[in-house]
């Protein structure tokens, strides 16, 4: 039998199989079936019923969390990327041990372009991080 709640399906109570119109529900908890006469694509126990479209599935609070969320999540990872790509140096030697790679290292106009390259790629994952993390 299903469930449903002022025109929206809900789900199953458990008995019966409705396998065929699984998942009930969108990843972002919206219901993704609903009662529709004058347009549906599928009768389910003399109900008529429908997928939502995407349209209407966007405009639900749920919704526009869930993609929010799954943003900062994209962001996030892509910060975690671009990180991974700096020099070593740059990742994981404490300020003094970067401040002696810079002496070192960085002696002539070609070696300060390409540090100064990689800091500005840090200042971008950086920002990046701060977005995704809302800080």
Excluded: C
Aim: glycine share 6%; charged share 25%.
């Amino acid at each position: 039998m299903i469930v449903i709640l002022e025109g929206i399906v809900l789900g199953n109570s458990g008995k019966g199989d409705y396998s065929a119109f699984k998942p009930w529900h969108h990843a972002s908890g919206v219901e993704r079936w609903i009662i529709d006469e004058s347009s549906p694509t599928h009768e389910l126990e003399g109900y008529s019923i429908r997928l939502r479209s995407q349209t209407e599935l966007e405009i639900d609070p749920r919704y526009i969390s869930w993609a929010k969320e799954q943003q900062l999540d994209t962001a996030q990872i892509q910060a975690t990327v671009d990180f991974s790509s700096l020099p070593t140096w740059m990742r994981t030697y404490t300020r003094e041990q970067a401040r002696a790679y810079i002496e070192t290292n960085i002696t002539n106009l070609a070696t300060a372009k390409t540090a100064i390259e990689h800091l500005a790629d840090m200042v971008i994952v950086l920002r990046d991080f701060v977005r995704a993390h809302g800080i």
